[in-house]
């Protein structure tokens, strides 16, 4: 058991399954040019496409995205900024890779508020800076729901 527990895989199952539910978004419900609703591989901060409707699994990416990296129109997050200041190369500034990260603190968030523990689908992988905090998450919980909820019409 203690090797499972130690292998890297172990805990990734949450951030592999929110790279799988962007991905089907943006490739087999409303097709994408990066083949995901999140941007893909992008690192631009801004929003992907201002036509998307506000309830379009894209405009609900968007919509997300925009609250987990900017504060305001001017200003970045705490959690964007941390990201900046630690990442090495431009894989934790990705959007999809952003997105993974913020997905598997959702669910470690869900999983807490019932009181439930699972560390085959969610265990901390990289220093904890490169992870939104519990209290930004309660701030995106809503955002996050809307999300999951669009998304399971499609599943």
């Known amino acids: 058991m203690k090797l ?3 292998d890297g895989g172990v805990g990734a199952f949450a951030h592999e399954y929110g790279h799988a539910l962007d991905y089907y978004a943006g490739m087999h419900v409303e097709k994408s040019p990066s083949g ?11 929003p992907a496409n201002s036509h998307y409707t506000k309830t379009s699994l894209h ?39 952003i997105f993974a990260r913020a997905f598997e603190v959702y669910v470690q ?8 523990k699972n560390v085959f689908l969610n265990r901390v992988k990289y220093n904890e800076r490169f992870y939104l905090s519990l ?3 309660k701030k995106l919980e809503k955002d996050f729901d809307a999300l999951m909820i669009a998304l399971k019409k499609h599943l």
Request: net charge positive; glycine share 4%.
């Open 4 to 6: 499972i527990l130690n």
């Open 109 to 116: 968030y869900k999983l807490q508020k019932h009181k439930y």
């Open 59 to 97: 405009g609900l990416m968007e919509n997300l995205l925009y609250k987990i990296i900017w504060k305001n129109k001017t200003t970045l997050t705490d959690y964007y900024k941390r990201l900046e200041k630690n990442a090495k190369t431009d894989y934790y500034i990705r959007r999809n890779e």
């Open 36 to 46: 995901a609703i999140s941007g893909g591989q992008s690192t631009s901060t801004h």
């Open 135 to 137: 209290s930004e998450m």
